[in-house]
């Protein structure tokens, strides 16, 4: 993963690891800063949690994820743009609640 000038980048191959809290996620320190989302091609799992409480806008979701889980993107509340492929066929529960 990257952050620079608000944007936090995830790439790799396969699922992203999953943890049990939005506060254990390697990013959590930048949560006030990250104003856009980059899940790159490859990611094929966003875990619950994953960018919970966020100050996001927008983010980018490509083709090769299948999943979002519980309450990826649960209490970020300025988020006004996402773009979920057809390839996601599954989303979580509260993955965009508040």
């Not at 254990?24 to 960018?51: C, L, M, Q, S």
């Not at 806008?57 to 979920?84: D, K, Q, R």
């Amino acid at each position: 993963w990257g952050f620079k000038d608000g944007v936090l980048t995830v790439s790799g191959n396969g699922p992203m690891q999953s943890t049990h809290s939005g506060n254990n996620y390697p990013w959590a320190d930048y949560h006030n800063e990250i104003t856009k989302i980059v899940v790159e091609p490859g990611i094929t799992r966003v875990p619950d949690y994953a960018f919970e409480y966020c100050g996001l806008t927008s983010v980018e979701v490509p083709g090769s994820v299948t999943s979002i889980g519980n309450e990826a993107f649960a209490y970020c509340s300025g988020l006004t743009s996402i773009t979920i492929p057809n390839s996601v066929t599954s989303i979580g529960n509260y993955s965009f609640s508040d």
